[in-house]
């Protein structure tokens, strides 16, 4: 059933936004891999954290969810046992190329699947690397089969710029006979080597070189996730693009790997700036405030694209409703997410008039000028559905979403906060 979408005419309040996403993913798993009982406050509740959560459940993890925190009570690096049934990761990309680093050093076999979505992303980009240091996986598409057996350190430079991949190699790293050293292109979201320092791992980071070396066992640690700056960056475009607006975002992870979109708002000129700057658990976290603003077009591409690449499709919003070109090149990594978010993208604009191009690596909008309602497709992807969602607040005319369900992969309460902070 369509989900029609209320108009807004401003943005006024404070909002706090879910836990970090990528973050609680690592906190659930390192802390099953940690000697102790690991504690987890501001965990994000959305599908796919939980889809982690059931996964390592079903390996012999005992995981409580208490309503303020998540208590993980880990058994070691050695301590998963085999599942008695193929693992489901739901729509999770992260749940599924983190868990091909762990379980390819396992003394076991283990079956991966996810939903329709998940089984039509490329593995291939995960487990051709893990596969130089001897992993045994079958499948470049989900179901994955992957047979435990002994892995091999190994020196490699990252194909492309992507943390999941990344982390994927650390983890494998762990169970690694000698020393990983992984050479990124560009740096992407760090969270798991700053979490595995914490928790006592042999890890060096030299630049965008990481070094990670096996042998030491984990400590269990206490984790206070910040709010998830992907989640928070439609709550920025909102307070930008929306007349009479201003947002307080509380407690929003500052992470510098993370901060792209911060840094293309500033070429934008939005009238933006970040209060009461703190660390939280070895993460930088501040308040976001975000007031109306005159924006205009901006050039986004090289090294910022991994600090925001989840960002891109609310960014292309905010393109819109800005004075003169914005173009979005280097981010071919978003045709590999829940959709094809470069074509997503496009043909959804298309339907309000809006002036975009396609190009190979991204787009072009053209912005500043009318845009009228529409129909809107979500592709069943969180990210589009939030998007189109402030899109559709200075559209003439209404606007509709085919699934607003999907939200809940990230943000379950998305358009109760949304609606809370309009007039």
Do not use: W
């Amino acid at each position: 059933m369509n989900y029609n979408i209320k108009k807004i005419t401003s943005a006024n309040g404070t909002v706090t936004v879910p836990g970090d996403k990528s973050i609680s993913h690592r906190a659930v798993m390192l802390g099953a891999l940690a000697d102790g009982t690991t504690r987890i406050t501001g965990f994000l509740r959305g599908a796919d954290c939980l889809s982690t959560i059931d996964c390592f459940r079903k390996m012999g993890i005992e995981i409580e969810d208490c309503g303020g925190e998540i208590i993980v009570h880990g058994k070691g690096l050695h301590g998963l046992n085999k599942p008695s049934e193929m693992l489901y990761t739901g729509n999770s990309g992260t749940t599924t190329r983190l868990l091909c680093g762990i379980l390819a050093g396992q003394d076991f076999d283990t079956d991966i699947t996810g939903d329709e979505s998940i089984c039509r992303r490329p593995m291939k980009r995960v487990c051709e690397p893990l596969s130089l240091m001897g992993a045994k996986i079958d499948g470049d598409y989900c179901p994955l089969h992957i047979t435990g057996t002994r892995l091999r350190g190994m020196d490699y430079k990252m194909t492309v710029a992507s943390a999941q991949v990344k982390t994927a190699l650390i983890l494998a790293g762990l169970y690694a006979d000698g020393e990983t050293v992984i050479h990124e292109k560009e740096k992407s979201r760090d969270h798991t080597e700053l979490m595995l320092k914490a928790m006592g791992a042999d890890l060096t980071v030299d630049g965008n070189d990481i070094t990670v070396r096996p042998g030491r066992k984990l400590r269990a640690q206490n984790i206070e996730v910040p709010g998830d700056i992907s989640s928070a960056a439609f709550f920025m475009v909102l307070g930008a693009v929306m007349p009479d607006s201003c947002i307080v975002i509380k407690n929003v992870g500052i992470n510098p790997t993370r901060t792209g979109i911060i840094d293309v708002f500033k070429a934008m000129g939005a009238d933006m700036e970040l209060a009461n700057k703190r660390t939280v658990a070895g993460e930088d976290a501040a308040d976001i405030v975000i007031r109306s603003s005159k924006l205009k077009g901006t050039q986004i591409g090289g090294d910022i694209i991994p600090r925001l690449i989840d960002e891109l499709p609310v960014i292309a919003v905010a393109a819109v409703f800005a004075e003169g070109t914005t173009v979005i090149r280097d981010a071919q990594e978003l045709k590999v997410k829940e959709t094809n978010r470069i074509r997503a993208v496009v043909d959804e604009f298309k339907k309000c008039g809006i002036d975009i191009t396609e190009t190979a690596d991204g787009m072009t909008i053209k912005g500043g000028k009318p845009v009228k309602g529409a129909d809107f497709k979500t592709y069943g992807d969180h990210r589009m559905a939030m998007s189109l969602a402030i899109l559709a607040q200075l559209a003439d005319g209404e606007s509709t979403l085919d699934d607003s369900e999907c939200v809940a992969v990230s943000y379950p309460a998305y358009f109760e906060d949304f609606y809370r902070l309009g007039n």
